[in-house]
C-alpha cells in the first residue's frame, strides 16, 4: 500500500503544473543533447563545440525553473532538494567549463554525469506525483 503522506505528493488534487512537468522533461533530454553534441564535437566535427556550449547556456533555463517552482510553488516544495541539488551541480559546471584551466576542465564530464542522475532523479519523482495524482493518466478499458 502507497503512503501518500510523502513530500511530494502534497496537494495532489492541485495536480502537477504543465511547466514545471516540461521543465523536468527538458532536463534530461538536453543533457543527452550535450553529451551527444560534445562527443560529436570531439570526434567528428569541432564545430559542434560551440553547439555544445550554446546548449549548455540554454539550459539553465529549466533548471533555474525547477529550482524557483520548488521554492515558490508550496505543492512542488517536496522536490527542493532535487531541484537544489539540480541547481547546483549546473552552477558547477558552468563554472568547470568557464575556468579553460585543464583540471577543473577535466571534470566537467564527471560532473555532467551527476548533473544527468539528478535531473533523471528529480524527472523520475515528477512523473511519480503525476501518476499519484487522479486523473493524470487516463484509465484503460477492460474489454468484456
Same mark, same amino acid.
Given at each position: 500500500?502507497?503512503? #501518500?503522506?510523502?513530500?511530494?505528493?502534497?496537494?495532489?488534487?492541485?495536480?502537477?503544473?504543465?511547466?514545471?512537468?516540461?521543465?523536468?522533461? =527538458?532536463?534530461?533530454?538536453? !543533457? %543527452?543533447?550535450?553529451?551527444?553534441?560534445?562527443?560529436?564535437?570531439? %570526434? !567528428? #566535427?569541432?564545430?559542434?563545440?560551440? @553547439?555544445?556550449?550554446?546548449?549548455?547556456?540554454? @539550459?539553465? @533555463?529549466?533548471?533555474?525553473?525547477? %529550482?524557483?517552482? +520548488?521554492?515558490?510553488?508550496?505543492? =512542488?516544495?517536496?522536490?527542493?532538494?532535487? *531541484?537544489?541539488? =539540480?541547481? *547546483?551541480?549546473?552552477?558547477?559546471?558552468?563554472?568547470?567549463?568557464?575556468?579553460?584551466?585543464? @583540471?577543473?576542465?577535466?571534470?566537467?564530464?564527471? #560532473?555532467?554525469?551527476?548533473?544527468?542522475? +539528478?535531473?533523471?532523479?528529480? !524527472?523520475?519523482?515528477?512523473?511519480?506525483?503525476?501518476?499519484?495524482?487522479?486523473? +493524470?493518466?487516463? +484509465?484503460?478499458?477492460?474489454?468484456?
Amino acid at each position: 500500500m502507497m503512503d #501518500n503522506t510523502h513530500d511530494t505528493f502534497a496537494d495532489l488534487h492541485l495536480g502537477t503544473p504543465g511547466w514545471f512537468t516540461v521543465l523536468a522533461w =527538458l532536463m534530461p533530454i538536453g !543533457l %543527452f543533447a550535450q553529451f551527444a553534441s560534445a562527443g560529436l564535437g570531439l %570526434f !567528428l #566535427n569541432p564545430d559542434l563545440i560551440g @553547439l555544445h556550449a550554446s546548449m549548455g547556456f540554454t @539550459l539553465s @533555463l529549466p533548471a533555474m525553473g525547477l %529550482f524557483l517552482g +520548488a521554492l515558490f510553488v508550496r505543492r =512542488l516544495r517536496g522536490f527542493g532538494l532535487w *531541484a537544489g541539488l =539540480l541547481f *547546483a551541480l549546473y552552477v558547477v559546471q558552468v563554472s568547470l567549463a568557464a575556468t579553460g584551466a585543464p @583540471l577543473p576542465l577535466s571534470l566537467h564530464p564527471a #560532473n555532467a554525469a551527476l548533473l544527468l542522475t +539528478a535531473s533523471l532523479t528529480l !524527472l523520475a519523482k515528477v512523473e511519480h506525483r503525476r501518476g499519484q495524482h487522479k486523473g +493524470a493518466y487516463p +484509465a484503460t478499458s477492460k474489454a468484456a
